[in-house]
């Protein structure tokens, strides 16, 4: 599968995004795994940001974005996307997307996640 992931950009604080991931290239339907957003700013580590099911009935947030950011999904589409409102300098980092294995449980956990796309780069401006 190829996750192809789009929508970064500057931005001020205060200010939308809204991020898309694509996925093609993949013998299993879209609507069979759940997906997630994760970021990765300068010297850190890569975090969970989203990530909801292959339903797209289950949806989970990390504390720092629960509220301001939506995680979508259109499963005719094959695509996932991160609506981003109310954007703090702290959110600056690279955004990627990623899917799980068929059949797992919804995680908010990196190690869970096997295909990845290849981000698309967020900053924010104060």
């Known amino acids: 599968v190829q996750l192809q992931a789009s929508g970064g950009g500057l931005v001020q604080v205060g200010g939308s995004l809204r991020l898309s991931c694509v996925a093609s290239?993949?013998?299993?339907?879209?609507?069979?795994?759940?997906m997630g957003w994760f970021r990765q700013a300068p010297g850190k580590e890569r975090e969970f940001v989203a990530a909801?099911?292959?339903?797209?009935?289950?949806?989970s947030y990390s504390g720092s974005v629960e509220g301001r950011f939506t995680i979508s999904r259109d499963n005719a589409e094959s695509t996932v996307y991160l609506q981003m409102d109310s954007l703090k300098p702290e959110d600056t980092a690279i955004y990627y997307c990623?899917?799980?294995?068929?059949?797992?449980?919804?995680?908010?956990?990196?190690?869970?996640?096997?295909?990845w796309g290849r981000g698309t780069r967020v900053t924010v401006s104060s």
């Open positions: 909801i099911s292959w339903t797209g009935a289950g949806t």
């Open positions: 290239g993949d013998t299993l339907p879209f609507n069979t795994y759940n």
């Open positions: 990623a899917r799980q294995p068929v059949g797992d449980p919804l995680s908010t956990a990196p190690a869970d996640f096997r295909a």
